[in-house]
């Protein structure tokens, strides 16, 4: 600072009329750009002010340092927050310098290029847009290119680019950016934090967010890493990561950023428009909560720094948006309209084809909708089209879809359209707005997959499925309705179809990559590359996982910045080989990414006289009943009322909780019954009253299935005492979706070995629950021996004298061991314990035996197995709970089971609750003994439980809580044993070899010659 203040001292000494030389002057700049970027405003005014008046002498020119000197006036106003006053400012300069008729061209570029981003503050985003292409043409016709003004002109472009919704084209041009700028400039440079900050805003714009956090993670390590943790710019990294992980619908996260945002304007900026833009964020995010106090005071709060600042800024159309939103939920849908009213007044400021004016209108349409004005409403839906200039003809073609400006808006905006026509249909009766609400609705669809299409993270496409699931059910709900009136098939066809496509399964895409010789073309390098990139994503995540709470706000201590810093540059380099696949191979990239409709014809005739398939489809009314024959599609819808709910709730807990089945057995086996029965009367009797043959039944369930374990519902007609349950009269098996299952059915594992089963040793015992513990904790006290599985050993050694396989036990069952014979093995077995993880499902995991081996902690987590290539036929998880976790709509449950399916293994048997450990310890040695016999895995699970439950004596264990906590997810087909097909040619030589022997003494008899 000395040096500084010597420095301005020198300069406010110098005589009236010298002129500034270039060393001196350039030092000059670096003191106003240093006293603004500390906020000093007050001593970049005095500076600025004391070096203009020198030009005020007589016959002082107005040269170049002149006008750079005094766009500096604008800077600090514009620094401010006074962007009107800014412009103001700078447009006087720009005129003064225009009458000097000088052309200088790098002055001319500054200037304009100021101008730019005071348009883009002030939501001209067309003027700045139009502005920075005519600088960019400026820029190009230079003699001599400097590198860092063209970067300033790239980054002058992308942003109106990514107001106005090209974020494509944005993020092409901060790429570039970013580019030039890391081969000019050390990694910590401002502009390239800039630059991170951008990028991340505009790939969370399409959906990427997991994209956008790696580099807002990184710009807001480097930021506090040179500044500290109080420094200016942090705000804005706080307010944009707040942003995405509002998007991902981690709210507590986001609001605790946001007001990190809050604590360092409070400090720099007092009273600035983006403290009201994070008030209104945090309103939404308290209101999705379920708060609708707390969103009214930040949203009055975020109005009245907007009207102090200008009364037509556009951002504060979006706290109309807010406000009208929150009138909704008070059904003051008059109120709502005038505040979306006022939105769409302030937007049209901006651009009249602006997205966000495509939204309110949409919103509108919704409110008059509610009031039952029917027409009002879609007067307002066909405006919102109109303003994304809405075409139909573009869904026809998928390049055409893939070019689209703004996908994101073009979704939700089909879907609020689409919804307001099915809304309109049902207080009017008008079939044809049920064709038009298809319509919008399935166009809708395709946008959902274009956007996919572009995602590279798993994280990612789940977050889509939430959004996506309530546009398929919509969908499917205009087909219903359309089958119901007009009676045509191919609407019901639809409807399922739907329901499958609704399903989007990255097991499915996993499974697909495993698939040889599909694309022969393709080289083997790029796939060992893919998997590559895939394994050290994984091994970084976990590292971090265990250092450290996940949550964002307190994830940068310098003891993990070498981790992040290295895991960042991986998933750059997973983006950019995803791009490159895309692009060389785009037959290849939509075969693994791209989800298309089942071939319904094929599917009914490969299945059997015998077998059906029965899918579900919930929505927040109604359950969508699909049962598939050889010879029919059974569609049934019934209403998702209370007594159906409490019905599943029962039967769950009369099932999975054992405090309340020991508390009184016969009073929960009663209950258990009764939710069961009424069960099988609403979901279930009306499909096989149509179906009086069938024997094999694949359910596939959505959420609230999920809790129904439909084997053991109670026959039609049959008495709680006699355990006839429905797995006695027919296999029931279980999948995902139908795509997954039909890929599963095409896997054909080559494995070297048939069995390898694994039992860690806990050495003592303790009753209580672990189900409180932190993860970590409790890997640590299962392995102290605080958890014992005493029947985990005995029913690995009574499968290993079936199977004749090989067991790893007790301290021999290593993650180490696991990994290098599991995947040459037919069948997996694991008895062990689990832990889940609700919050992170990949970070779920098997506790194996701890070894002092550097590369394996013992801690076999589930994206650790997606990684693996299994070449298993069965996978058993004889652990707690390796069918539960995480539900996500779309993709089911992810479990430990699922992460097996992603690993290529086509069947996983999985369990629903904390199955008891010396009852599985009986079940799964019958379980291996009917497997033997070549029967289906599922009968052979049907027999084990009859086996389990003819031996039983205990009159209380026969309660399904302790044997039918197993399910078999996937293919069906039986296993069968490798030392079998090895040994099969013994049977064929041994009998050759009498018979050769037989016909020598026959001939020696016939010729004793």
């Known amino acids: 600072m000395k040096s500084v203040i010597a420095f301005l001292l020198c300069i406010l000494c110098l005589p009236a009329r010298s002129q500034t030389d270039s060393i001196s002057f350039n030092g000059l700049l670096d003191s106003i750009e240093a006293f603004i970027e500390a906020l000093d405003f007050g001593k970049a005014e005095n500076l600025v002010n004391n070096t203009l008046r020198k030009y005020e002498n007589p016959g002082q020119s107005k040269d170049d340092n002149y006008f750079k000197i005094a766009a500096y006036t604008s800077a600090i106003l514009f620094e401010k927050g006074l962007f009107q006053q800014a412009k103001v400012s700078l447009d006087q300069v720009i005129l003064d310098y225009n009458k000097t008729g000088k052309t200088v061209l790098n002055t001319e570029i500054d200037l304009r290029l100021q101008g730019c981003n005071i348009l883009v503050r002030l939501g001209k985003y067309e003027e700045a847009l139009h502005e920075s292409e005519e600088i960019i043409k400026l820029e190009k016709a230079r003699d001599q290119h400097d590198d860092k003004r063209r970067i300033r002109c790239l980054i002058s472009n992308a942003i109106p680019n990514f107001y106005l919704y090209n974020t494509e084209k944005s993020i092409s041009l901060y790429e570039e950016a970013l580019e030039t700028a890391q081969c000019i400039t050390p990694d910590d440079n401002v502009l390239i934090e800039s630059l991170y900050s951008n990028l991340a805003i505009a790939y969370s714009n399409l959906s990427q967010n997991e994209k956008a956090l790696n580099y807002l993670e990184n710009c807001l390590s480097l930021r506090i890493r040179k500044y500290g943790p109080d420094f200016h710019r942090l705000e804005n990294t706080y307010y944009n990561i707040g942003h995405v992980l509002e998007e991902q619908q981690k709210y507590k996260e986001a609001i605790a950023n946001y007001n990190e945002n809050l604590r360092i304007l409070a400090l720099y900026y007092p009273g600035h428009e983006f403290a009201a833009e994070t008030h209104r964020r945090i309103a939404q995010c308290t209101q999705a909560l379920g708060d609708f106090s707390l969103p009214f005071e930040h949203l009055k709060k975020a109005e009245k720094i907007y009207l102090a600042l200008d009364r037509k800024n556009p951002n504060l159309a979006h706290v109309y ?254 983006y950019r080989y995803l791009d490159t696949l895309a692009e060389k191979y785009p037959e290849y990239y939509e075969f693994r990414y791209r989800k298309r409709p089942i071939n319904l014809d094929l599917l009914q005739k490969s299945l059997a006289p015998d077998e059906i398939l029965i899918e579900f489809f919930d929505t927040d009314s109604f359950i969508y009943i699909f049962a598939l024959s050889r010879d029919s599609l059974l569609l049934n819808r019934i209403t998702s009322d209370r007594n159906l709910l409490a019905a599943i709730d029962r039967h769950h807990l009369h099932l999975t909780n054992p405090d309340t089945i020991l508390a009184d057995f016969q009073s929960s086996l009663k209950q258990l019954h009764a939710a069961s029965a009424s069960i099988y009367t609403l979901l279930l009797e009306p499909v096989f009253k149509l179906n009086q043959n069938i024997r094999d039944i694949t359910i596939i369930p959505d959420a609230r299935e999920m809790r129904i374990l439909f084997d053991i519902l109670p026959d039609a007609g049959e008495k709680m005492g006699d355990y006839n349950y429905l797995f006695n009269k027919y296999d029931i098996h279980y999948a995902q979706n139908l795509k997954v299952l039909d890929a599963q059915k095409s896997l054909r594992p080559e494995a070297n070995n048939y069995f ?201 264990q026969k309660h399904p809580y302790f044997w039918a906590g197993f399910v078999l997810y996937g293919d069906n087909k039986p296993v069968h044993p490798i030392r079998i097909e090895r040994e099969m040619w013994l049977f064929v030589l041994i009998p050759g070899v009498f018979m050769l022997i037989f016909l020598a003494y026959l001939s020696k008899v016939r010729n004793p010659g």
Request: proline share 3%.
């Open 321 to 574: 948006k807010a406000f009208a939103e929150l009138c909704e939920q008070k059904e003051d849908y008059p109120q709502a309209i005038l505040y979306a009213d006022s939105a769409i007044i302030l937007t049209k400021e901006i651009a009249r084809q602006h997205p966000w004016l495509a939204v309110h209108l949409g919103k509108k349409a919704r409110y008059y909708l509610k009031m039952g004005q029917v027409e009002e409403a879609l007067k307002n839906s066909q405006k919102s089209l109109e303003v994304l200039n809405y075409d139909g003809t573009v869904f026809q073609d998928p390049q055409k879809l893939n070019d689209l400006p703004d996908k994101g808006h073009f979704m939700s905006t089909l879907y609020e359209c689409g919804t307001v026509y099915l809304d309109a249909f049902r207080l009017s009766h008008n079939a044809q707005y049920l064709h038009e609400a298809k319509n919008y609705l399935e166009h809708s669809i395709k946008v959902i997959e274009a956007i996919r299409l572009d995602l590279a993270e798993e994280s990612s496409k789940l977050e889509l499925n939430q959004p996506a699931s309530e546009i398929y059910a919509k969908c499917l709900e205009a087909c219903y309705y359309l089958w119901k009136i007009e009676g045509r098939t191919d609407f019901k066809e639809r409807a399922f179809q739907l329901s499958e496509l609704r399903r989007h399964s990255t097991v499915l895409e996993a499974i697909r990559s495993r698939q040889k010789n599909i694309f022969p073309e393709i080289p083997e390098e790029h796939l060992l590359r893919e998997r590559n990139l895939q394994d050290q994503i994984t091994v970084l995540e976990q590292k971090l996982a265990g250092l450290k709470d996940t949550s964002r706000i307190n994830s940068l201590s310098s003891d993990d910045k070498p981790l992040r810093d290295e895991l960042f540059q991986v998933k750059l380099r997973w």
């Open 756 to 956: 390898v089963g694994f039992a860690p040793d806990y050495q003592e015992t303790d009753p209580f629950s672990i189900d409180t513990f932190d993860q970590q904790v409790l890997a640590t006290l299962v392995r102290s021996g605080l958890f014992r599985l005493p029947g985990a050993r005995k029913e690995m050694l009574d499968i290993r004298s079936i199977t004749r396989g090989q067991a790893y036990l007790d301290r021999d069952a290593t993650e180490r061991n696991f990994v290098t014979n599991a995947t040459s093995s037919k069948i997996i077995h694991i008895s062990a314990h689990a832990i889940l993880d609700h919050d992170f499902p990949a970070m779920s995991k098997f506790i194996f035996s701890r070894s002092t081996d550097s590369l394996y902690d013992g801690d076999l987590t589930a994206a650790e197995i997606c990684n693996l290539d299994l070449s298993a036929d069965l996978a058993v998880l004889s652990a707690c709970h390796t069918g539960s976790g995480k539900i996500n709509r779309g993709e089911g449950v992810l479990s430990l089971g699922r992460a097996f399916a992603f690993a290529g293994v086509p069947s996983t048997l999985i369990s629903l609750w904390k199955v008891p450990d010396e009852t599985t310890a009986r079940l799964m040695p019958e379980f291996y003994e009917a497997l033997s016999k070549g029967i289906t895995k599922q009968a052979a699970l049907d027999r084990a439980r009859n086996q389990y439950l003819a031996k039983t004596k205990i009159q209380e």
